[in-house]
């Protein structure tokens, strides 16, 4: 997913015989002047695209793919992340991350405060084009109580997701919380210093076995980017407790 001319756009990429690669027909997902774009799989025909539009709304589209090749993608839902903070999504990096085909997590940054929040979605059943397909909001959890930046998520495993972002109170640093889910509610880990220096962009994947590789820009002279791997696990039981 890309944005051109101020407009989200998507196309499917297709990798052939392991070294060629071709795109389907761009997809004019949503016409909001998306930035800040953040893309979560959610199954082998869905995808959910997070973004800010031009009003300082986050919202997000979901996206199936179709066509008899499946190459083309059709726009199934387009809906705002937060219905109680619709409005004051600050202009930084955002995340959305699926723990499975039924719920996906959105953390971003809100203008109020710059607090980091994280809000839960959910479905009924995992499908692609009927009305009880559409995720609709949960719940809504405070990551960070104040001047956060380059927000960055990955899931874990379907109950465990990490976020990471940038301290802005505590000397710029690299920092991250562990966030689970029970499908019904949030708990929020205590904040972890990951980078004990300044950074700046963020970006994390999820590897196996429980472990998160976390990047990030580092701004001190030479300016570079750095990775190393994070073990994250493992996820407490389905109804989370307390967390350390």
């Not at 039924?102 to 059943?125: E, W």
Request: hydrophobic letters at 35%; a neutral charge; charged letters at 10%.
């Amino acid at each position: 997913c890309f944005r051109q001319s101020a407009y989200l756009r998507c196309s499917v990429l297709t990798i052939a015989g392991g070294s060629s690669l071709s795109f389907g027909g761009a997809n004019s997902a949503d016409s909001a002047y998306a930035s800040y774009l953040s893309v979560a799989t959610v199954d082998n025909t869905t995808a959910v695209v997070a973004f800010r539009n031009n009003y300082a709304h986050g919202k997000y589209v979901r996206l199936v793919r179709s066509g008899a090749d499946g190459t083309s993608l059709v726009t199934r839902q387009s809906a705002y992340m937060s219905s109680s903070y619709s409005t004051s999504v600050w202009s930084t990096s955002m995340s959305v991350v699926a723990f499975d085909a039924l719920r996906v997590l959105f953390c971003y940054v809100s203008t109020s405060g710059y607090v980091g929040r994280c809000t839960l979605h959910s479905r009924a059943s995992a499908c692609s084009d009927s009305s009880g397909c559409s995720f609709s909001e949960v719940t809504t959890a405070s990551f960070h109580a104040s001047s956060t930046q380059f927000v960055s998520a990955a899931a874990v495993d379907t109950q465990l997701a990490l976020v990471c972002y940038r301290d802005n109170a505590n000397s710029y640093f690299g920092t991250c919380s562990r966030v689970w889910n029970n499908a019904a509610s949030l708990v929020v880990g205590s904040d972890v210093v990951a980078e004990p220096t300044t950074i700046g962009d963020t970006s994390m994947a999820a590897l196996s076995g429980g472990t998160v590789l976390f990047c990030y820009t580092v701004g001190s002279s030479p300016a570079h980017g750095s990775c190393y791997p994070w073990d994250v696990s493992p996820a407490p039981p389905s109804v989370p407790p307390s967390p350390p």
